[in-house]
Nanobody
Framework: QVQLAESGGGLVQTGDSLRVSCTASGVNFYSYTMGWFRQSPGNEREFVATILRAGGRPTYADAVKGRFTISRDNTKKTVYLQMNNLKPEDTALYYC???????????????????WGQGTQVTVSS
């Protein structure tokens, strides 16, 4: 399994932008489909975005489509989530995850991912 570590979270205001990163250690980062999930207090972990091994077919949850962009740099073993026009409802602990699947519909489920980071907190004030 790949080991994952998120960074870049923080406190921002409504309408601001923020980029969170997830860096992998171990082998074969390029072989993983990478995803971002988030969880706020009292709620289940929810899908945010996912991207295939070579950076293709980025897929987003409806709640973030048009505002968030997922990307990856396999040479740096890093996946990014650029978040624009942030809203208070985006406040959550953001997790990155790695999985071996390639069917994007199935990669919306947290159970499709075997490796998880510890999360980075994003707080959006109104």
């Amino acid at each position: 399994q790949v080991q994952l570590a998120e960074s870049g979270g923080g406190l921002v205001q409504t309408g601001d932008s923020l980029r969170v990163s997830c860096t992998a250690s171990g082998v074969n980062f390029y072989s993983y489909t990478m995803g971002w999930f988030r969880q706020s207090p009292g709620n289940e972990r929810e899908f945010v975005a996912t991207i295939l091994r070579a950076g293709g077919r980025p897929t987003y949850a409806d709640a973030v489509k048009g505002r968030f962009t997922i990307s990856r740099d396999n040479t740096k073993k890093t996946v990014y989530l650029q978040m624009n026009n942030l809203k208070p409802e985006d406040t959550a602990l953001y997790y990155c995850a790695g999985g071996s699947g390639v069917i994007m519909s199935t990669m919306r489920a947290s159970g499709a991912y075997a490796s998880w980071g510890q999360g980075t907190q994003v707080t959006v004030s109104s």
